[in-house]
C-alpha cells in the first residue's frame, strides 16, 4: 500500500478533530467532515488544505455538526447536518437542501441524482429521496433488543451505491444486504461464524460497552465489496466479497481508524491521539 500523509494543517496546533465522514470528488479532492468541530474540509488530490466550511465561513447555510458526506456525479457535496441535508458547490456555496424528521448517519446520491440516508437509533432504516428531496420509499431492517439502551448503541451502519443497486451493511449482526434502488432486496451475505453480540458490563446501574464487534464501512470497486468491521480482541477487518454473494477472502488491518474507501484508494488514521494524521493508501489486493 502507497501512503501519503493529508496535513491538517490549517488546524490549531493539539485540537482534536473528529472525522465523521469522507468523500471525493471526480478531480480527486476529499471532503472531510468534522463533527465535533462543525466544519468540513476541503483538500486537494496531494492532501493540502484548501478551505474550511464552519458556523463562521461566509456562507447563508452553516455547517454545524456534520454527520455524513457524499458527492454526486456533477460535483455537488451532500452533508448531513443533524436533521438538514445541505447541497452545497465544490466550494461550498450552498445551494438548497430539505429537512428530514430523523437524525440520517450516513448519505449517498446515485447516478440519477437521488439521495439515500440510513437511519440513526431508533430508526435504522435507509430512506430514499428524489432530486428534489421529496420521500421516495424506505427499506432494510433494523436491530432489535429488549434494552432500548443496547438498541441505541448498535445504530445504524454504512450504505455504498453501485450503478444499479444500494448496499447496506449494519452495526449487528454481520450482514451485508444489496438493494435496488426501489427497495427490494437481491441479496444478503453473512458470516454466522463471526460473533456480533452486544458486549457490556453493568457498572452502576449503567451500560459500559467496551471493544464491541460490530460493522464499520463498506465500498465497491471493480465488481467487488469490501466490508471493514471491528472484531473484539482481534482489531480491524476487511472482507472482500463479490457481487454475486461470494465470499473471497478476509484479512487484518494493521491500523487504527478506517474512514473512508472509495475506489482503490483508502483513507484510513494510524492514532486515535489529538492530532493524528490521515493518511491516503493505494489498495491492490494480489492474487
Not at 222 to 242: A, M, P, R, S, T
Request: hydrophobic content about 35%; some cysteine; overall charge positive.
Amino acid at each position: 500500500m502507497q501512503n501519503q500523509e493529508i496535513s491538517f494543517e490549517k488546524v490549531p496546533n493539539g485540537e482534536y478533530t473528529r472525522i465523521s465522514d469522507m468523500a471525493t470528488g471526480k478531480d480527486g479532492s476529499i471532503f472531510a467532515a468534522d463533527r465535533r468541530n462543525s466544519r468540513v474540509f476541503l483538500f486537494d488530490s496531494k492532501g493540502q488544505c484548501q478551505s474550511i466550511w464552519d458556523t463562521q465561513s461566509d456562507h447563508s447555510v452553516k455547517v454545524r455538526f456534520p454527520a455524513a458526506i457524499a458527492v454526486d456525479e456533477r460535483g455537488y457535496v451532500y452533508v448531513v447536518c443533524r436533521n438538514e441535508i445541505q447541497i452545497r458547490t465544490p466550494q461550498g456555496k450552498w445551494i438548497g437542501g430539505f429537512s428530514v424528521d430523523f437524525s440520517p448517519k450516513d448519505i449517498e446520491v446515485d447516478q440519477f441524482k437521488n439521495i439515500y440516508l440510513l437511519g440513526l437509533k431508533d430508526d435504522q432504516l435507509v430512506h430514499k429521496y428524489m432530486p428534489d428531496g421529496k420521500f421516495s420509499v424506505s427499506f432494510g431492517r433494523s436491530f432489535d433488543h429488549a434494552d432500548p439502551r443496547i438498541q441505541r448503541y448498535y445504530t445504524g451502519g454504512n450504505l455504498a451505491v453501485l450503478d444499479e443497486a444500494v448496499i447496506v451493511t449494519y452495526t449487528v449482526p454481520y450482514r451485508i444486504e444489496i438493494y435496488t434502488f426501489d427497495g427490494q432486496l437481491i441479496r444478503k451475505m453473512e458470516r454466522p461464524e463471526i460473533e456480533f453480540k452486544p458486549n457490556f458490563e453493568i457498572k452502576e446501574k449503567t451500560r459500559r460497552f467496551r471493544g464491541n464487534s460490530r460493522g464499520l464501512r463498506i465500498w465497491s470497486f471493480k465488481d467487488k465489496i469490501y466490508h471493514v468491521y471491528f472484531l473484539q480482541n482481534k482489531g480491524l477487518q476487511l472482507d472482500i466479497w463479490n457481487l454475486n454473494g461470494k465470499f473471497i477472502t478476509g484479512l487484518p488491518l494493521n491500523i487504527r481508524d478506517f474512514l473512508f474507501g472509495d475506489r482503490d484508494e483508502v483513507y484510513y488514521k494510524k492514532s486515535s491521539l489529538e492530532g493524528a494524521s490521515i493518511y491516503k493508501g493505494l489498495f491492490k489486493l494480489t492474487d
